[in-house]
C-alpha cells in the first residue's frame, strides 16, 4: 500500500475491512480496579465482560500517550505516508496526544509525511471512514487528496446510537443511581448521536424497546434520501442476533448498496452497554 492508514481503539473494524486492507490500531487504555489494559491488546472483549461481571464495575478509559503513537509511526517505512483517524477530540484527548506524537517524529525526521485527522466520530463512524480511505486508494487518490478528502467527509459524517440499558452508565457514575432506576422502571430508551462538534448529544427519551428501534430507524431518513450509492456501518455491544434483525430492517426501508456490521470493541463496550448499536452512514 501506498498509505499507511491507522487508528486507535475509539474504532470498531469489521472482519472484512481488515483482511482487505492493512489499518494499524493504537490502544487506549482501559483501567479497573485491578489494574491497566491495552484495549484489544491486553485486553480482550472475553475479558473484558467477564471483569465487568466479576468485579462489578465498568473502567475508566485513557487515550495513548504522545510516545505510544511517535514508537508506532517509527514503525511505519519513512518512504510510506501515514494517516491517523482518531477518536472524536470531543470524546477523548486521544486526537491531541496523535499530534504530539507526530510532532515528536518530525522533529527527528523532518521529511516524514504524517497526517492526523479528528474524525468528530468514533465505533461504526470510524469504520465508515476507513472503508472510504481504503475505496480512494484503490481509485489511485493521492495522499495529498485523501487526506482531504477524508477530512471534508468528517464534515458529512451522521453517527446515531440507540442504548438498550443505562446499567452502564449508573455503574461509571455518568447517570445519578435514582434517575437510572426511574429509567428502568419506566423502561425509558435514549437515542443519541454524535454533534457537529463531535461530542454525543442525548436526542430523544422513548418507553420501549420496540419503539425507540422503530425511531431509530425513522430517523436514517431526516438525515439522508439518497442512499442507493452509499454504505451504512452498524456496531453492537454484545448482542448480534440484535444488531442483525435491526439491519435487516434499515436495508428493507433503505437501499444502501453495503453494510458492515461488528461487535463493539472494551472501549466502546464500557459506555454503550448491554444491547447498544451504533451506526453511521454519509447524510445528504
Excluded: W
Amino acid at each position: 500500500m501506498t498509505i499507511q492508514l491507522m487508528t486507535d481503539s475509539g474504532a470498531d473494524i469489521p472482519k472484512q475491512l481488515n483482511d482487505t486492507i492493512d489499518i494499524k490500531v493504537i490502544p487506549l487504555y482501559i483501567n479497573f480496579s485491578d489494574g491497566e489494559y491495552k484495549s484489544g491488546v491486553t485486553l480482550d472483549l472475553e475479558g473484558f465482560y467477564r471483569k465487568v461481571k466479576d468485579l462489578k464495575e465498568v473502567p475508566r478509559s485513557a487515550a495513548p500517550s504522545p510516545n505510544d503513537f511517535y514508537m508506532e509511526y517509527k514503525k511505519v517505512d519513512p518512504n510510506t505516508p501515514i494517516l491517523m483517524l482518531s477518536i472524536s477530540k470531543g470524546l477523548s484527548s486521544t486526537y491531541e496526544n496523535a499530534l504530539a506524537g507526530k510532532d515528536m517524529l518530525l522533529e527527528e525526521e523532518p521529511d516524514r509525511k504524517i497526517e492526523v485527522i479528528n474524525t468528530k466520530t468514533a465505533s461504526s463512524g470510524i469504520t465508515l471512514l476507513l472503508q472510504e480511505a481504503k475505496d480512494k486508494i484503490e481509485e489511485g487518490y493521492t495522499f495529498e487528496q485523501l487526506t482531504s478528502h477524508l477530512t471534508e467527509c468528517t464534515e458529512h459524517i451522521t453517527t446515531l446510537f440507540v442504548l438498550k440499558t443505562l446499567d452502564n452508565l449508573v455503574l461509571g457514575g455518568r447517570l445519578d443511581k435514582v434517575k437510572g432506576k426511574i429509567a428502568k422502571t419506566l423502561n425509558i430508551k435514549l437515542l443519541m448521536r454524535g454533534s457537529n462538534e463531535g461530542t454525543i448529544e442525548v436526542m430523544e427519551k422513548i418507553r420501549g424497546d420496540k419503539k425507540s428501534i422503530r425511531r431509530f430507524i425513522d430517523q436514517i431518513g431526516e438525515y439522508t434520501k439518497n442512499v442507493e450509492n452509499k454504505v451504512i456501518a452498524m456496531t453492537h455491544c454484545n448482542d448480534e442476533q440484535r444488531a442483525k434483525k435491526v439491519l435487516a430492517d434499515i436495508r428493507n426501508k433503505y437501499a444502501f448498496k453495503d453494510a458492515l456490521l461488528t461487535e463493539t470493541g472494551p472501549l466502546i463496550s464500557t459506555y454503550g452497554g448491554q444491547g447498544a448499536l451504533v451506526i453511521a452512514f454519509f447524510k445528504d
